[in-house]
């Protein structure tokens, strides 16, 4: 009964920005590490930034320096800040959070997802 909701996503002329959010919904649970993945047409789906509880974050070589993961945790609420953004970054735009119940780690199906698109 938890749900991931992503929102934000948008068609934009490169070297723009979107910011992403995700909202975890439900109830009875906990989260720990927070993180964004991606997916574009014809590929994997890809780690792009991750933070944990405690704010430390990490972020694929490609997106370093141009995105921003943060996330607030009385929200149960994850972002994502994507500036300068490529024609390369269209994708598919899935968060995910490591969620637990009484004391054991459990998983949720991915969410629906939102799609940026970046033209050049």
């Known amino acids: 009964q938890v749900q991931l909701v992503e929102s934000g996503g948008g068609l934009v002329q490169a070297g723009g920005s979107l910011r992403l959010s995700c909202a975890v919904s439900?109830?009875?649970?906990?989260?720990?590490?927070m993180a964004w993945y991606r997916q574009a047409p014809g590929k994997q789906r890809e780690l792009v930034a991750s933070?944990?509880?405690?704010?430390?974050?990490n972020y694929v070589d490609s997106v370093k320096g141009r995105f921003t993961i943060s996330r607030d945790n009385a929200k149960n609420a994850v972002y994502l800040q994507m500036n300068s953004l490529r024609p390369e970054d269209t994708a598919v735009y899935y968060c995910h959070a490591d969620l637990s119940r009484g004391g054991s780690y459990f998983f949720e199906d991915w969410g629906q997802g939102t799609h940026a698109t970046v033209s050049s």
């Open positions: 439900g109830s009875d649970f906990s989260i720990n590490a």
């Open positions: 933070i944990t509880s405690g704010g430390r974050t």
